[in-house]
């Protein structure tokens, strides 16, 4: 698989496919969705989709794809070269999230989460599919989240598609199970050759499977937690287990949208107590009279006079 | 998933980011001393001491002002600075911070030397204000002067003070609308761009406002004299105006209230932080509850349902 456009800028999102079969733009098609990467505290998640003539179901099975959990990694590399090779009729495309996509969507002002992103990136690809003329009749995808909701959403999202989406489809639909060899591959590659925009000099290679539970990914995580900056941006920042670490290890960054609750907050956003339009007159004139009221052309610029440097 | 962040406190930093006037760094041929940072009584305060900066040789006199806003730090090289602040090194008119001395003198009503005015056991630094090329030409702008031999003598001069002033005034203005600056009272965004000028009806504004910058650097009697002086009313703030009492009084005897309201507006009927919810409470609190009856109206005495 080449993933050289991803790794030219590993930063960003990025989407990859193969040719469009001659087939699928003219015989109705099924098509699957399915993604690999959600859990992992490292790396990207990918998401896949694999097309074909609804007439040659039959042929994928021969090609006896399955989940591709129950594979092991030179299975899923070898039906993945299968599957490149059926390029007379079936079809693939890939939408790599970046982690750092992941991190900043998440943790950006308004929150972005994971589930509306990977819905997105599944929308995206589905519709890329459509965009270059794959005549699209049924839509296969393992869920994320509650199943009804989802079909719901993909099936208003393009009308005139039979949209099924079930849990555990990666093993009852073979073109699903197309589609999850394709993203679990692209993960694969990605990770084990991650390529460091960061110039960190030398950097242990050795992070394991980059899942939250994994003692070599954790034990990767402590060893290179930067007190300033953190990580580097193969690491997902929105994770817990990363802010867990961030929190206890790192230097406290404040931001302006962190909460705060309470009186605190409140005088930092300078309002007032609404007690205050209550009492006495004369107590707030008093005190209006006493501070020196600094004039708007500073306070305005958040210039100050300093008493001390 | 957010959890409570503790501040540190600030630390003493021995870097700061300052933008200044050349002429901060421009050491002049004849000269001995490094410009320095020094503490002097702010005019406009009295009392507090605020941050001045003597270009080399005391010839130059600058004010320090610092750009300060929550949230911000500095990369600088390859170091990270907590503090976010900018610092602004502009240069003043002396003459701001010898007024005060000069009132002070003024008010024995002699003619004296300024050196002698200039005494401070607070900030004794004030006596190298007089060697700032600016101070002893321009103590003529409020001061009456005698010479006798070679020495001169001061006496200070309201007059003198408030046409200084008014000019003063007269060029913020006009510094004002070059620089486009909103001076309305609408305005509170320093970014907000007025499309039209409407140069008659802003006079007033800009008077006023230009008015205001000043009294930074003055007390706040020559501040008020000042606004007469410019023939401008003083403004009373809304916040001060109280509102009519809506009840009228009947009898010239003091009124004496029916209830006592104040004993709510002690301290533990004050503002309280809000609890935290989970985040299944703050679902729950979200749901339409229209139609819905209160867990307590079940609860409530049957005597109305019954007589239906």
């Not at chain 1, 199970?177 to 990770?191: E, T």
């Not at chain 1, 030398?202 to 402590?222: H, I, M, R």
């Amino acid at each position: 698989m080449d993933l050289s456009e991803f790794e030219a800028d590993n930063s960003v999102s990025c989407r990859l496919a193969s040719a469009i079969p001659d087939v699928c733009k003219t015989e109705d098609c099924c098509l699957g969705i399915d993604e690999a990467g959600r859990g992992p505290v490292l790396g990207p998640m990918v998401y896949g989709i694999c097309f074909c003539p609804v007439a040659k179901k039959e042929d994928l099975k021969d090609l006896k794809v399955a989940d591709s959990k129950t594979l092991t990694e030179a299975q899923r590399e070898d039906l993945f070269r299968k599957l490149d090779e059926a390029k007379s009729f079936v079809g693939w495309a890939l939408q790599v999230l970046s982690p750092n996509t992941i991190s900043t969507s998440m943790l950006q002002r308004s929150k972005y989460n994971l589930n509306a992103l990977s819905h997105d990136a599944a929308i995206g690809l589905v519709q890329f599919a459509l965009d270059s003329g794959v005549q699209l009749k049924e839509v296969f995808v393992d869920t994320v989240g509650p199943a009804e909701k989802y079909q719901e959403k993909l099936s208003q999202r393009f009308p005139g598609v039979e949209v099924t989406v079930r849990p555990k489809a990666d093993s009852l639909f073979p073109i699903v199970s197309a589609a999850s060899i394709c993203a679990k591959v692209a993960r694969d590659h990605s990770v084990k050759d991650w390529n460091f925009p960061e110039d960190l000099g030398e950097v242990d290679a050795d992070y394991g499977s980059g899942y939250p539970n994994d003692p070599k990914t954790k034990a990767w995580l402590l060893k290179e937690l930067d007190p300033v900056f953190g990580y580097p941006q193969f690491v997902r920042f929105s994770w817990s287990t990363t802010q867990t670490l961030l929190d206890s290890k790192a230097v406290t960054v404040h931001w302006d949208d962190d909460e705060e609750d309470g009186e605190k907050a409140a005088a930092r956003q300078n309002n007032t107590s609404m007690l205050s339009y209550f009492k006495a007159g004369s107590k707030t004139s008093a005190q209006q009279s006493n501070t020196h009221q600094t004039h708007r052309f500073f306070t305005e610029r958040r210039l100050q006079s300093l008493a001390t440097l | 998933m957010t959890t409570k962040k503790k501040r540190t406190p600030h630390s003493q930093n021995d870097r700061w980011v300052v933008v200044a006037a050349d002429s901060v760094v421009e050491t002049p041929k004849k000269d001995d001393s490094d410009p320095t940072f020094i503490r002097l009584r702010n005019p406009s305060t009295g009392n507090a001491a605020s941050l001045y900066l003597l270009g080399s040789g005391d010839v130059q006199l600058y004010e320090v002002k610092a750009f300060n806003e929550d949230f911000h730090s500095w990369f600088i090289g390859q170091t990270v600075q907590r503090d976010g602040r900018l610092l602004y090194v502009t240069p003043m008119d002396p003459l701001f911070l010898l007024l005060p001395y000069l009132i002070k003198a003024g008010k024995e009503g002699k003619f004296q030397p300024v050196d002698q005015v200039m005494m401070d056991e607070d900030f004794p630094a004030c006596t190298r204000l007089l060697s700032c090329i600016r101070s002893q030409a321009s103590l003529h702008h409020v001061a009456e002067e005698k010479e006798v031999g070679s020495v001169k003598f001061q006496r200070y001069s309201q007059e003198r003070t408030m046409e200084w002033l008014k000019k003063k005034v007269h060029r913020t203005v006009k510094i004002l609308r070059k620089s486009n600056i909103s001076v309305g009272e609408g305005v509170k965004s320093t970014t907000y761009v007025r499309v039209k000028q409407e140069s008659e009806t802003q006079e007033e504004d800009y008077l006023r406002y230009a008015h205001g910058l000043i009294s930074e650097y003055i007390s706040e009697d020559l501040s008020k004299a000042l606004l007469k002086h410019l023939q401008l009313p003083e403004l009373s703030s809304p916040k001060e105006v109280e509102p009519p009492s809506k009840k009228r009084k009947l009898t010239d005897k003091p009124l004496e209230a029916g209830e006592d309201y104040t004993k709510f507006n002690s301290s533990d009927f004050s503002r309280k932080p809000p609890k935290k919810m989970s985040a299944a409470q703050k679902t729950l609190a979200k749901v339409d509850k229209t139609g819905m009856k209160s867990m307590s109206a079940f609860f409530s005495p049957k005597g109305k349902a019954e007589k239906k």
